[in-house]
């Protein structure tokens, strides 16, 4: 069993920057992690991910360049840093464990194992 809780959600202002947090718990820090997000009426989408070591990062077109993610295995943590932040990137974002997979990074959202419950971030104009 892994136990997923993100944290840094919040509102904030178009133009500006936001880092959720994902902490892992429950077994070795030792496997890709992804974050999507949700927003009203869509479906979940993937963001990007990061490899178990971290040497690898992909990113989904939607938010490329505007986002960083890295991981700490020491701390069990994985981040999501977003700048230049739009009104479109509002949504709920989650964390998700490829706690099976092979350490690469996995795309499809059924690819991963456990997920956080969610944080919200909103954006205003």
């Known amino acids: 069993q892994v136990q997923l809780v993100e944290s840094g959600g919040r509102l904030v202002q178009a133009g500006d920057s936001l880092r959720l947090s994902c902490a892992a718990s429950g077994r070795t820090f030792s496997y890709a992690m992804g974050w999507f997000r949700q927003a009203p009426g869509k479906e979940r989408e993937f963001v990007g991910g990061?490899?178990?070591?971290?040497?690898?990062?992909y990113y989904a077109d939607s938010m490329k360049g505007r986002i960083t993610i890295s991981r700490d295995n020491a701390k069990n943590a994985v981040y999501l840093q977003m700048k230049r932040l739009k009104p479109e990137d509002t949504a709920v974002y989650y964390c998700?464990?490829?706690?099976?997979?092979?350490?690469?990074?996995?795309?499809?959202?059924?690819?991963?194992?456990?997920w956080g419950q969610g944080n919200q971030v909103t954006v205003s104009s």
């Open positions: 990061i490899s178990r070591s971290g040497g690898t990062t």
């Open positions: 998700a464990a490829d706690v099976n997979g092979i350490g690469t990074v996995p795309l499809a959202l059924n690819e991963y194992d456990y």
